[in-house]
């Protein structure tokens, strides 16, 4: 009888899948039998070990180019609106690599059950968000890999491949809380336009994305309590260290507040930092 599957071997599986639809279809699967493991009375998952790829598996298309090949669309006409949903379907397939990657990479870790409990639903959510963003492509007569998209998004991962605390601050933290801030105006551009399927889809992203930031908060200050550590000075030390360049505003103070990310943590890394102290 074959040992059955741990959370790390799931999460390296998913990592190692190509095209972009599979990778999401064998996340969910991994995600659902996860969570039934919890349940009680089931018999527990091991979280086990892996050894990930640095870089995660991706489709032939889209053609990958530096941000500045990236040609710029007019974001009022069918083409940018096209060209926008095609980026952000980028982002969550990035995001769906991002979230099982720091469940396999830093396995060696020990974190409570709720740490994983968190990242394999943020995986599971992201699946869901790719996939919306592919059937909004497919209805508007496109689909994804139809267009060229940012090469570099797995940089993040790459910097802090050995720095659970640096990891947890660049993307959930800086990342995926920048998305909260541009996501409002993303929303505008499809209601404007008529577009209910990408307005309803860009709703539930945009809802799943304040818990995703919320967990890389929470679980950033588990690690500084547990070093005794002063969390506003070490997220400053680890974005300056990984993050390039400075933090735009303006910021969706509101629901930075709700994922539990304070005004003192993001400011002081702005290019016009806000009075500190
Ligand atoms: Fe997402
Ligand atoms: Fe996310």
Same mark, same amino acid.
């Given at each position: 009888?074959?040992?059955?599957?741990?959370?790390?071997?799931?999460?390296? =599986?998913?990592?190692?899948? =190509?095209?972009?639809?599979?990778?999401?279809?064998?996340?969910?699967?991994?995600?659902?039998?996860?969570?039934?493991?919890?349940? +009680?009375?089931?018999?527990?998952? $091991?979280?086990?070990?892996?050894?990930?790829?640095?870089?995660?598996?991706?489709?032939?298309?889209?053609?990958?180019?530096?941000?500045?090949?990236?040609?710029?669309?007019?974001?009022?006409?069918?083409?940018?609106?096209?060209?926008?949903?095609?980026?952000?379907?980028?982002?969550?397939?990035? $995001?769906?690599?991002?979230?099982? @990657?720091?469940?396999?990479?830093?396995?060696?870790?020990?974190?409570?059950?709720?740490?994983?409990?968190?990242?394999?639903? /943020? =995986?599971?959510?992201?699946?869901?968000?790719?996939?919306?963003?592919?059937?909004?492509?497919?209805?508007?007569?496109?689909?994804?890999? =139809?267009?060229?998209?940012?090469?570099?998004?797995?940089?993040?991962?790459? @910097?802090?491949?050995?720095?659970?605390?640096?990891?947890? /601050?660049?993307?959930?933290?800086?990342?995926?809380?920048?998305?909260? @801030?541009?996501?409002?105006?993303?929303?505008?551009?499809?209601?404007?336009?008529?577009?209910?399927? /990408?307005?309803?889809?860009?709703?539930?992203?945009?809802? +799943?994305?304040?818990?995703?930031?919320?967990?890389?908060?929470?679980?950033?200050?588990?690690?500084?309590?547990?070093?005794?550590?002063?969390?506003?000075?070490?997220?400053?030390?680890?974005?300056?260290?990984?993050?390039?360049? /400075?933090?735009?505003?303006?910021?969706?103070?509101?629901?930075?507040?709700?994922?539990?990310?304070?005004?003192?943590?993001?400011?002081?890394?702005?290019?016009?930092?806000?009075?500190?102290?």
């Amino acid at each position: 009888m074959t040992a059955p599957l741990t959370l790390a071997q799931r999460a390296d =599986a998913v990592l190692r899948t =190509a095209d972009g639809r599979a990778k999401t279809a064998l996340s969910r699967q991994h995600a659902a039998a996860w969570f039934a493991s919890r349940a +009680e009375g089931a018999e527990p998952m $091991a979280i086990g070990a892996a050894t990930p790829p640095l870089h995660p598996a991706r489709p032939a298309q889209p053609v990958l180019l530096s941000p500045r090949e990236v040609p710029k669309r007019k974001p009022g006409s069918p083409a940018g609106r096209i060209a926008l949903l095609h980026a952000v379907a980028h982002i969550e397939l990035n $995001a769906v690599d991002l979230h099982w @990657d720091i469940i396999a990479r830093f396995s060696d870790v020990p974190m409570p059950m709720g740490f994983y409990d968190d990242w394999v639903k /943020a =995986a599971d959510e992201e699946s869901k968000h790719f996939n919306l963003m592919c059937d909004c492509l497919e209805a508007l007569g496109s689909h994804y890999g =139809a267009l060229p998209a940012h090469a570099g998004m797995w940089r993040a991962a790459e @910097d802090t491949a050995e720095d659970l605390m640096g990891r947890l /601050a660049v993307v959930p933290m800086v990342l995926e809380a920048r998305g909260l @801030d541009v996501t409002p105006g993303m929303i505008e551009i499809f209601r404007k336009a008529k577009i209910d399927q /990408a307005v309803t889809a860009l709703d539930t992203i945009y809802a +799943e994305e304040v818990g995703h930031v919320a967990y890389g908060s929470k679980w950033f200050h588990f690690l500084c309590g547990r070093e005794n550590a002063d969390p506003k000075q070490v997220f400053h030390a680890l974005v300056r260290k990984y993050f390039h360049g /400075a933090l735009k505003p303006p910021f969706n103070e509101e629901k930075r507040a709700e994922a539990g990310l304070p005004p003192d943590f993001y400011w002081p890394l702005t290019d016009q930092p806000a009075t500190e102290g």
